[in-house]
Structure formats: structure tokens, C-alpha cells
């Protein structure tokens, strides 16, 4: 797990809208109004030949 926090929303915002597509970053923005930063994880999928 990792997680991106930042001091003030206008922040995280503007880190928001360089990582992703406007509508994206705004709908995650208005679904949550309240928050300054995120937490994600990323999983490792690794394909072998049989």
C-alpha cells in the first residue's frame, strides 16, 4: 500500500488533474469532498509459458 497526503485540498487537486483525465479527478474529487489525499496498492500479476 502506498498513499498520497497532502497539507491542503487545492494540493491535492492539483496533483490529481496531472495524474488523471479531468472527469476522473473531478468525480473523485465531488464523491469525496472532505479528504486531502488517498491511500492505493498496486498488484503483481506475472505470466508464466506452461
Do not use: C, N
Not at 28 to 47: A, Q
Request: no cysteine.
Amino acid at each position: 500500500m502506498s498513499a498520497w497526503q497532502f497539507q491542503t485540498r487545492d494540493e491535492f487537486k492539483q496533483v490529481l488533474h496531472l495524474e488523471f483525465p479531468e472527469d476522473v479527478a473531478e468525480e473523485w474529487l465531488s464523491s469525496h469532498p472532505d479528504r486531502s489525499g488517498l491511500s492505493y496498492g498496486y498488484l503483481l500479476h506475472i505470466w508464466t509459458k506452461p
